[in-house]
């Protein structure tokens, strides 16, 4: 059972800001759908202050002749620092509550927004805390259209130091590894 707080719609008391957004761009019709349809950087882990500049975002990279609203977004409850469980959102056409899912069996990292016709938008969510060259690198990655790495493999690129190696002085065989699968972030699509 909920408590009173959790079933209070929050309201975020300063504007929506400009969300750190990266979108992948549309695949050709009958490609496979990536991992991932980009990735967001929020400036903090507080969903009430983040979210609103965000979803008001991804609402505007819709198809323009059909703007349906998101009406749900599903986090993971460890990745943020309160967890309500609706949002309300003040935008230039409307005001709407957005309904907020938190579980502890989604992937660290992810974000999944449901537009009010079904459509989902899945999104890497790169910690509030990450170097801003780290940052940049991994929400390229991403949002590639190339790109078939989910969040895990995401968070483990941008945590594992560079050049780490074993007790006995030779390279970490899992940065051998993940530089081998397109490690490197930068460089990789530096070259295309």
Do not use: Y
């Not at 690198?137 to 190339?146: G, I, T």
């Not at 790109?147 to 594992?160: G, I, R, V, Y």
């Amino acid at each position: 059972m909920w408590s009173t707080a959790e079933r209070r719609t929050a309201i975020s008391l300063s504007p929506p800001s400009t969300p750190r957004l990266l979108l992948r761009l549309a695949a050709p019709p009958g490609s496979a759908r990536a991992a991932l349809d980009g990735a967001w950087w929020p400036r903090s882990a507080d969903p009430v202050a983040e979210l609103p500049g965000l979803i008001l975002a991804l609402q505007d990279h819709g198809p323009s002749d059909d703007q349906r609203p998101i009406t749900h977004v599903l986090l993971r409850a460890d990745d943020w620092d309160s967890r309500p469980r609706r949002l309300r959102i003040d935008g230039p056409a409307d005001t709407r509550v957005v309904r907020l899912s938190w579980f502890d069996s989604l992937p660290t990292g992810l974000l999944t927004a449901i537009h009010a016709d079904g459509r989902r938008v899945d999104l890497f969510t790169v910690p509030a805390a990450t170097h801003r060259d780290g940052a940049e690198a991994s929400m390229e990655l991403a949002s590639h259209p190339d790109n078939f790495l989910h969040t895990p493999e995401l968070l483990a690129a941008l945590t594992s130091p560079p050049g780490r190696t074993d007790r006995a002085g030779a390279p970490d065989s899992s940065e051998s590894a993940w530089e081998s699968e397109g490690g490197r972030l930068r460089a990789e699509f530096a070259a295309r």
